[in-house]
């Protein structure tokens, strides 16, 4: 497994790096073969944030962090909390089919758009009802192939909100599963 560590806001130290490799390794009883595992250590003031990343064959990743007073305790419940995830799984990811690691990425990124209500370009001015609108960050990633069940697991796996992935059952479209406020899973599907 690759192991990779960033510090930010703090001056690295072998023996930080050396306890999380440590803890990270037990992860490989649930997980024979993760491809690479980067964490990412961070300071604020009195936070210790840790985040761990780890990748696996089959194209799903599973994330985690956690913020304590303390960098160790932050590292050993970020890797509770990833075992927590990874039982909860584990079927789940044991019948899941290992992914091409070939795949074409689709030219797909999101962005975050933010109100802008000053007139930007020297153009003709525009009327002072209508907003105006600035990208403000725009990612690039790329958006795997994933049955809906897949994509459900990697979404609960990642903690997040939405995630954008290519339907196998839709033949390789561009599809979004989020979370409803309800806790169930809305899709959208987009047409050839």
Known sequence: MQFSVTFR????????????????????KYLPDPIACH???????????????FQLH???SIAGHETTENMYSSIDLVIAKIERQVRKYKGKLDTQKQRPHHVEPLPWSHSIVEEAFHHLAPEPAPDPDVQQ???IKTEKFHANPLTVD?????????????????????????AVIYRREDGNFGLIETHA
Do not use: C, W
């Open 133 to 135: 609108f600035k990208v």
């Open 9 to 28: 806001h703090m001056e690295p130290t072998d023996a930080l790096k050396s306890y999380a490799k440590e803890r990270m390794d037990r992860i490989r």
């Open 58 to 60: 089959n194209g799903l």
């Open 150 to 174: 897949d994509a459900i697991a990697q979404l609960n796996l990642a903690h997040e909100d939405f995630l954008v992935f290519r339907s196998v059952e839709a033949h390789g479209r561009v």
């Open 39 to 53: 964490v990412v250590f961070s300071t604020e003031r009195h936070n210790h944030r840790v985040d761990v990343n």
